[in-house]
């Protein structure tokens, strides 16, 4: 009687197992199409000798990466995006940090509606944020035509068509994602510490320095990571704002795909983009490893 009780039980965990995978099926494959795959042929296609083995194979060559790597445009467009995305990302987290951090502390009956307001620009397209700031920041727009208005310069102030007028974009354009990472990650804050340490003599400043902010690190990083990716990704905002003097990793990939047709040099810049990614990626575990420490 104990053996036929006992029986189901042991062969429960390989059943669950079998369920556990089969539920991960679906979302496996679709990683796997929509993912690996495309990656797999980004990767072919850096090495094809033409747009056309780009796409139905051919000879292997490395002249694309030869290139990317020898020409020194190509550094400096990378250049410019590595500073163009810590640009942005230490901008957005410290004009995003006060905001998170009182959405996260606020015990106001409005804080549902407070944070969907923090992130309402996610609902409007970044293409029409973009124009809004070319709007702002024009050779006529809002703030020069202020200026000239009230006397206090007689030239243009060029605030578009260089990377100024970009960075500014992409700040604004990406504050509402840093907000999210770092309300998501403000989960280890204490209040009890706090009132702690405030007993025990310390002032704001200290309680700040040495409670808060350590805390809050984890989402600080990861808002600054998230950041960071979709900066140095972008497209859209450094076109525009860039006026076309701007050259970033996103500006040249599309040219070269759709401008010049040159695919397996586009497909190089692309993985020379990825191989930014993992690298930010490593020092961020290295960072969360060091503060766990």
């Known amino acids: 009687m104990s053996a036929a009780v006992t029986a189901p039980a042991a062969g429960a965990p390989a059943a669950s197992r079998g369920i556990l995978l089969l539920l991960l099926l679906p979302g496996l494959v679709a990683l796997v199409v ?4 495309p990656l797999l042929w980004l990767f072919r ?4 000798s033409s747009s056309v083995g780009a796409l139905s194979g051919g000879d292997w060559t490395s002249e ?7 020409d020194p445009f190509y550094w400096r467009v990378a250049w410019n995006t590595l500073v163009l995305g810590f640009n942005v990302a230490i901008f957005a987290v410290i004009l995003s940090y006060p905001i998170a951090l009182f959405l ?3 015990q106001s009956r409005f804080r549902g509606v ?8 996610l609902l409007t397209s970044s293409v029409v944020r ?15 035509s202020t200026l000239q208005a009230l006397s206090l310069t007689d030239g243009v102030i060029r605030l578009t068509n260089n990377s100024f007028g970009a960075t500014v974009a992409l700040i604004e354009i990406l504050m509402p994602y840093a907000i999210l990472a770092m309300l998501s990650g403000f989960g280890r804050l204490n209040v009890q510490l706090e009132e702690a340490a405030a007993m025990l003599g310390a002032n704001r400043l200290k309680v700040f320095t040495r409670i808060v902010l350590p805390l ?15 900066a140095i990704s972008s497209f859209v905002t450094p076109r525009l704002m860039g006026g076309g003097r701007v050259f970033v990793l996103g500006t040249e990939v599309f040219n070269e795909a759709t401008v010049t047709l040159n695919w397996p040099l586009a497909a190089a810049l692309s993985v020379m983009l990825l191989v930014l990614f993992s690298s930010i990626i490593l020092l961020y575990q290295r960072a969360l490893r060091a503060l766990e420490v």
């Open 34 to 37: 929509t993912f690996l795959l």
């Open 45 to 48: 296609a850096s090495f094809a």
């Open 64 to 70: 694309s990466y030869t290139t990317v790597l020898f």
């Open 104 to 106: 996260a502390r606020t």
């Open 114 to 121: 407070l944070t969907a307001l923090a992130v309402a620009p």
């Open 130 to 144: 973009t124009y809004g700031w070319m709007v702002i920041l024009g050779d006529r727009g809002v703030i020069n």
């Open 216 to 230: 809050s690190l984890p989402g600080v990083l990861t808002a600054a990571l998230l950041v960071f990716v979709l």
